[in-house]
């Protein structure tokens, strides 16, 4: 059982940048392939991001591609996302997750993923 907590979330104004976390408050997450979606009020949850095992692979969503960057430090047992130029529309819920494989057909099914975070809010102003 692995517990996921994020952070790191807050209000930007838009062009600006913030850097969230997912840390492993039980468990690790060593051995798993770690993504990052988002959920806006009244929409589905998104994928944003994911990163593999070792961190030798990365796959993001064509929305946040050149703007985002999910890296990983397996020692700490830790993934970022990195965001910057954030735009309004980046607006939402922040979830981590993890998930046991990186097959890029379903990187982005969030069905695939097997534990999830709670959650940190990105805010950013026009």
């Known amino acids: 059982q692995v517990q996921l907590v994020e952070s790191g979330g807050g209000l930007v104004q838009a062009g600006g940048s913030l850097r969230l976390s997912c840390a492993a408050s039980r468990g690790t997450i060593v051995n798993y392939v770690m993504g990052w979606f988002r959920q806006a009020p009244g929409q589905e949850r998104d994928f944003v991001a994911a990163?593999?095992?070792?961190?030798?692979?990365?796959y993001y969503s064509d929305s946040v591609n050149g703007r985002f960057t999910i890296s990983r430090d397996s020692a700490q047992s830790t993934v970022y996302l990195q965001m910057n130029s954030l735009k309004p529309e980046d607006t939402a819920l922040y979830y981590c997750?993890?998930?046991?494989?990186?097959?890029?057909?379903?990187?982005?099914?969030?069905?695939?993923?097997?534990?999830w975070g709670q959650g940190t809010q990105v805010t950013v102003s026009s």
């Open positions: 990163i593999n095992w070792s961190g030798s692979s990365t």
């Open positions: 997750a993890a998930r046991r494989t990186f097959t890029e057909p379903t990187i982005r099914r969030s069905a695939e993923y097997i534990y």
